[in-house]
């Protein structure tokens, strides 16, 4: 069984220029999560899906942040216009069921904003 | 709110040594636990958790953690240490009812010494 799928490992761009990041969760999880984590520190939520509704987004900044999940399964997390503080790793992943089942992640997005 | 503390960022044993990585956890309802494991360039995985089950949790690779509501501690254990076991550890809490959430603690980088 394939795992959660992230594209691309590793980004560099220009700051103010937009970024977008793709996911694709383990077939069937009905919950997707975007997590930041910078170097040193614990993944933080950004936003969490159940099926296609956003129910917790509370974290995601959302003057420069968007994501969606249209159909309920992959996701993407766009960024706009980046900043130098966006620099980090961006982590995506998924359960079966909500936030009390076994997460698995993907390998993560590395975000180099210059 | 939910938190959890991780002491200790960084960990140092010798190769056959025990495993001691330290979790305090706060939460106002009896919480979900969990312990995820994340080795260089690649996304985390679930370790072990709890779930108000057994207070004694056996998890992969040889590691289990014990929950002691008295001491509000889920630390994690293994009685040897094998070079493989160099990774990043994340501790976190769920909360069991209500809105819920998981928050991850900073991470315990563990280092095994031959």
């Known amino acids: 069984e394939a795992g959660v799928v992230q594209s691309p490992r590793y980004k560099i761009i220009e700051k103010k220029q937009p970024v977008a990041f793709w996911c694709n969760p383990i077939?069937?999880?009905?919950?997707l999560y975007w997590y930041l984590q910078n170097l040193g520190q614990g993944p933080e939520l950004l936003i969490r899906?159940?099926?296609?509704?956003?129910?917790?987004d509370s974290q995601l900044p959302k003057d420069r942040f968007s994501a969606e999940r249209l159909k309920g399964v992959d996701s993407t997390l766009k960024i706009q216009p980046a900043e130098l503080g966006d620099s980090a790793v961006y982590l995506c992943?998924?359960?079966?069921?909500?936030?009390?089942?076994?997460?698995?992640f993907g390998p993560g997005t590395r975000l180099t904003v210059l | 709110a939910q938190s959890v503390t991780q002491l200790g960022s960084h960990v140092s044993v010798s190769e056959g040594a025990l495993v001691l990585l330290r979790c305090n956890y706060s939460?106002?309802?009896?919480?979900?636990l969990f312990w995820y494991v994340q080795y260089p360039n690649q996304g985390l995985q679930l370790l072990l958790k709890?779930?108000?089950?057994?207070?004694l949790v056996k998890g992969i690779n040889g590691f289990e953690a014990e929950f002691k509501k008295s001491e509000t501690s889920f630390h994690l254990t293994k009685p040897s240490a094998h070079m493989s076991d160099a990774a990043e550890y994340f501790c976190?809490?769920?909360?069991?009812?209500?809105?819920?959430?998981?928050?991850f603690g900073i991470g315990t980088k563990l280092q095994v010494i031959p």
């Open positions: 077939s069937g999880h009905n919950t």
């Open positions: 992943a998924s359960s079966l069921g909500g936030v009390r089942d076994t997460q698995y």
């Open positions: 709890y779930t108000s089950a057994a207070t």
């Open positions: 899906y159940e099926n296609e509704e956003a129910v917790d």
């Open positions: 939460s106002s309802v009896p919480p979900y």
């Open positions: 976190a809490v769920c909360n069991s009812g209500g809105y819920q959430k998981v928050t």
